[in-house]
């Protein structure tokens, strides 16, 4: 389970933790930081596939990625009694990016290349990785760093993959992988989840949605068919769900009342389309160990936020889930459970703060490794 999320030098995230529940409710009005909470988590996946540097690099290198503010802010700045500058830096500049877990917890720091005289002087550049046993860092608790590494572009992770692996590395490596992102499902006539696709067995659905028939018929015959068949009734009464096998090909079917054949993916409405993913989703036989869910009401018609609320409390009795939301109907259903943490996020002078949080919250995150190199 994961504790808690550190994010520093990252966009509107100057020095931002966030405590995760098993229910984590994510809040703000435009512009608070939500999206760049959703990245951070996002490039953590990017860590441990190794590519964290090329992700960085796409969302146009440090330059664009840094938090744009001055390294401190002062009172008198803060007052508004002094207009907001830089000054000589006392540190390094950094992005850095860790979670606390349990069994393993992990952080990464990047910067740029000593050397300044090459045409990728403005390359993001490893600095250090570490994992440490638990969720509170202590140099004693370190199983395994790179942060003396002699090739900065390599990750922890890629080490990985050397005749010796560290079993800690490759065990954490799986688990940030199993992590499971759901944002903006493609509804257009083109969309993967509209069309029939050859069918494997599929214990979670995919990221896009393309093996929605598979993963439908995975539940039916392997997980809780009877509670998918139930949600979806609960959401528009009298529909159910069956998968046709064309010689392999799987093809969904929407059978309603009052039709005479059922309807394929192609023919639902958006919003129709976007519930049954996000439902599917949430039955999967296998959760993962964290499900990520980016405004899963977009496009959804205001009847359907009670019984997605009802999905999202049931799978986090079985999983962790983070859900970033805007609707308030969504957002009261959730924020009344006793097992959600809801995090409301506030920007103070350009910086993202989470609202009410105490003293003890904020510094219950120490960063390891020195910001001096």
């Known amino acids: 389970m994961i504790h808690r999320l550190a994010v520093s030098g990252y966009r509107s995230l100057q020095n931002v933790v966030v405590p995760f529940g098993q229910l984590t409710l994510v809040t703000g009005a435009n512009g608070s930081g939500k999206s760049n909470l959703y990245r951070a988590l996002r490039l953590l996946t990017a860590a441990a596939r ?43 500049v950094r992005l850095r990016l860790g979670f606390a877990a349990e069994p393993f917890s992990y952080a990464v720091e990047l910067g740029y290349p000593q050397e300044r005289q090459s045409a990728f002087a403005l390359d993001p ?3 250090g990785e570490w994992i440490w046993a638990g969720e509170s860092f202590h140099p004693r608790a370190v199983l395994s760093s790179s942060g003396a590494q002699p090739d900065p572009d390599q990750s922890i992770f890629q080490r990985g993959f050397d005749p010796e692996p560290q ?4 065990l954490l490596r ?11 499902f493609r509804t257009d006539p083109g969309a993967p989840d509209r069309q ?18 598979a993963a439908v018929q995975t539940i039916l015959e392997n997980g809780d068919g009877n509670g998918l068949q139930q949600a979806m009734n609960d959401a528009f009464p009298g529909c159910h769900l069956s998968v046709q096998n064309d010689g392999g090909l799987f093809r969904l079917n929407v059978h309603q009342p009052g039709l005479l054949r059922p309807l394929e993916a192609a023919e639902l409405s958006d919003g129709t389309l976007r519930y049954l993913l996000l439902t599917v989703a949430l039955f999967s036989p296998r959760l993962p160990p964290l499900l990520v869910l980016n405004e899963p009401e977009s496009s959804l018609h205001p009847e359907l936020l ?31 459970q006793p097992h959600c943490r809801h995090l409301h996020l506030e920007r103070e002078m350009g910086a993202t703060q989470v609202q009410a949080q105490t003293t003890l919250e904020r510094c219950s995150w120490r960063w390891p490794g020195s910001l001096n190199v």
């Open 125 to 127: 550049q490893l600095k």
């Open 174 to 184: 799986e688990q940030i992988l199993s992590w499971r992102f759901y944002d903006s």
């Open 306 to 336: 009670a019984p997605l609320a009802r999905l999202i409390q049931a799978a986090a009795e079985r999983t962790q889930v983070w859900v970033i939301a805007h609707a308030s109907a969504l957002i009261n259903a959730l924020a009344e």
């Open 50 to 92: 190794g590519t964290m540097v090329g992700a960085l690099a796409q969302e146009g290198g440090l330059p664009a990625v840094m938090w744009a503010g001055p390294e401190r802010l002062s009172r008198a700045m803060r007052e508004g009694a002094q207009p907001v500058q830089g000054g000589p830096r006392q540190q390094a």
């Open 196 to 213: 029939p696709r050859v069918g494997t067995r599929c214990f979670a659905l995919s990221g896009d949605g393309s093996d929605l028939p």
């Open 167 to 170: 079993p800690e590395v490759m």
